[in-house]
């Protein structure tokens, strides 16, 4: 059973930053792939970067303003939200799977997921 716990989204201004937070209640958590998604209202959910093991992938419209990282010690996962653009407004949901899917079809355990909004 895999329990996933995010927590930081709020709301930024433009050019602001926040740092999201994953909890992973999971038994071999080294061997999961852990992936942020994102989704704005009224579109589907879209991929942000996923983090396996030292290995990092990013989607092409966030990359160079966010960063994934991950505690294995804590079992949390982190993202760092750099030069934030109201284009980044959505819920944000973190997700493992054992295979660093990037379509939310994939088998991915999810969390609950937490909002975040950037102002103009």
């Known amino acids: 059973q895999v329990q996933l716990v995010e927590s930081g989204g709020g709301s930024v201004q433009a050019g602001g930053s926040l740092r999201l937070s994953c909890a992973a209640s999971?038994?071999?958590?080294?061997?999961?792939?852990m992936s942020w998604f994102r989704q704005a209202p009224g579109r589907e959910r879209v991929w942000v970067a996923h983090?396996?093991?030292?290995?990092?992938g990013y989607a092409d419209s966030v990359k160079g303003r966010f960063t994934i990282s991950k505690d294995n010690n804590k079992n949390i996962v982190y993202l760092q939200m750099n030069s934030l653009k109201p284009e980044d407004t959505a819920m944000y949901y973190c997700?493992?799977?054992?295979?660093?899917?990037?379509?939310?079809?994939?088998?991915?355990?999810w969390g609950q997921g937490t909002q975040v909004t950037v102002s103009s």
């Open positions: 983090i396996y093991h030292a290995a990092t």
């Open positions: 997700a493992a799977d054992a295979r660093c899917s990037v379509s939310p079809a994939g088998d991915h355990y």
């Open positions: 999971v038994n071999r958590y080294s061997s999961y792939c």
